[in-house]
């Protein structure tokens, strides 16, 4: 198991550390030599890292999902194929994941496109099998139940809000900024960027060049779930966010790092 250690004395951390042969009696810090209790040593916080584990459980829930209900629905094609041709299984669930990427466009997308998608595959396919393989395949193409996808975006969207909120309020104590009342994400950035000397977005690039960007279209496809729950949540959009997870961690655990490094003053000895 890994985990993140983080002295909260002077901003020095480990980051994925390997947790096999650690005492749990105390840890001490290679930078200042203070010895923290080992529960007061976590990036993030117990409760975060719990938000983490149930995401990654239902990531991995999810695609067992999806490749035994493509299995099956692969199964049923292949009951009804009368053709001579045959489609692997691999290329079977390539053509539902070029039908989920599709489905992906948000522009277009509205029960009317939805069967307009349905229409562009099979018009692909014809070029590709006959005409009765083609048509085989895109009926059978599973409806493939979905269900933890939207879940899984809102969990992650919760999870980098809670990290966020926590570096608010610790920016906040430590720099001394009077106490914002709001629970915006977005006036809570406008309030952090009109107080101090570099943006958010600038001390998030120093870590991930992408992050500032895709955590703001994320929040927006949370929003539109909770809203209006119209939008369509490719599996890739699942894969990219589940990076984006991972990358918070590590951006908002070099960004509390800073902090606290900030205010840490070396004991004259
Ligand atoms: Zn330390």
């Given amino acids: 198991m890994k985990i993140n250690l983080f002295c909260y004395e002077c901003g020095e951390f480990e980051y994925e550390k390997n947790l096999d042969g650690f005492s749990t009696n105390g840890i001490d810090c290679n930078f200042c030599g203070t010895k923290n209790r080992f529960k007061d040593s976590y990036y993030p916080h117990f409760s975060v890292n719990e938000f983490i584990q149930t995401i990654n459980e239902m990531d991995e829930?999810?695609?067992?999902?999806?490749s035994q209900t493509i299995k099956t629905s692969y199964e049923t094609f292949n009951t009804f194929n009368s053709s001579e041709i045959?489609?692997?299984?691999?290329?079977?669930?390539?053509?539902?994941?070029?039908?989920?990427?599709?489905l992906e466009n948000e522009k277009i997308y509205s029960i009317d496109a939805k069967s307009k998608v349905i229409d562009d595959l099979e018009e692909k396919l014809i070029k590709l099998y006959p005409t009765d393989t083609a048509i085989g395949i895109v009926s059978s193409l599973p409806f493939v139940k979905t269900h933890y996808r939207k879940p899984i975006l809102i969990l992650i969207a919760s999870t980098i809000e809670l990290l966020f909120n926590t570096y608010f309020e610790e920016v906040c104590k430590i720099e001394e900024l009077p106490k914002k009342l709001t629970t915006s994400i977005p006036k809570k950035i406008e309030y952090l960027d009109s107080n101090r000397a570099k943006s958010l977005q600038n001390h998030m690039n120093n870590y991930d060049e992408n992050f500032y960007f895709l955590w703001e279209q994320l929040r927006s496809k949370r929003n539109k779930i909770i809203?209006?729950?119209s939008l369509y949540i490719s599996n890739k959009m699942i894969e990219?966010?589940?990076?984006?997870?991972?990358?918070?961690?590590?951006?908002?655990?070099n960004l509390t790092s800073e902090l606290y490094r900030e205010i840490y003053i070396k004991p004259t000895k």
């Fill in 61 to 66: 829930q999810n695609k067992n999902n999806i």
């Fill in 227 to 229: 809203h209006k729950n």
């Fill in 240 to 253: 990219d966010n589940m990076q984006l997870l991972k990358s918070s961690v590590f951006v908002f655990i």
């Fill in 86 to 102: 045959n489609v692997t299984l691999q290329k079977y669930e390539e053509i539902y994941y070029l039908m989920d990427k599709l």
